[in-house]
């Protein structure tokens, strides 16, 4: 099977940013007097919209405190910004990937406005045929976000793979009728990731470009 669309996750899969999203949600809490999550607590929730990810996490958290909370996270994530960089080789995949013509997008638990701004900063919005945010659809493991990016890419569930750090992007995978493939070096346990049956778990961008070398590659 070649793979003419490849999704990415975004945060723990591209991006190195997972310690920064637990250490907001911890920071955040502490700011509020709220009951702090352990980092394994905090980082299973990566992957979901943020406001359902916050009440997982932070299930003492209240509508009324939600905006004051809302406004931590952000001004703690963003303190970190500098920190931030894509996985070493993830760049040169995407190029590699895109000179096969295979077709690129991004299903991510991001909001629009950071996923925007991220696109920005690393200056791969042009890589990428499509883009989906959680607070456009529905959050994962919701399926439509893939349902979405094969009725704009025109495409079929055979065509597509979903890559992805949590166990909420092969769920999503699974629920969209579409092969998934894990990496490990994200936020979720290898067990969570094979519990939801991916073709592969990788444990490296780079073991991840060797597996999707003979896989990819646009339809004849």
Known sequence: MAYSLVVFDWDGT???????????????????????PTASAASWVIGLSLESALRRAVPELTPALLPRF??????????????????????ELLTDLANQNVRLAVATGKSRVGLDRVLAATGLRHMFDATRTADETFSKPHPEMLH????????????MLMIGDTSHDLQMAVNAGVHG????????????????????????????????????????
């Open 14 to 36: 591209l991006m190195d940013s997972t310690h920064s999203i637990v250490a907001a949600i911890q920071n955040a809490c502490r700011d509020l007097d709220l009951p702090v």
């Open 70 to 91: 809302l406004e931590r996270y952000r001004i703690h994530y963003l303190l970190r910004d500098p920190e931030l960089r894509l996985f070493d080789g993830a760049r």
């Open 148 to 159: 979405q990016l094969m009725r704009e890419l025109v495409a079929e569930p055979a065509d």
């Open 181 to 220: 493939l894990g990496v490990s070096y994200g936020a979720h346990p290898i067990s969570d990731l094979e519990g939801c049956a991916p073709q592969a778990v990788v444990d490296s961008v780079a073991a991840m470009s060797a597996w999707l070398k003979p896989r990819v590659g646009a339809p004849a």
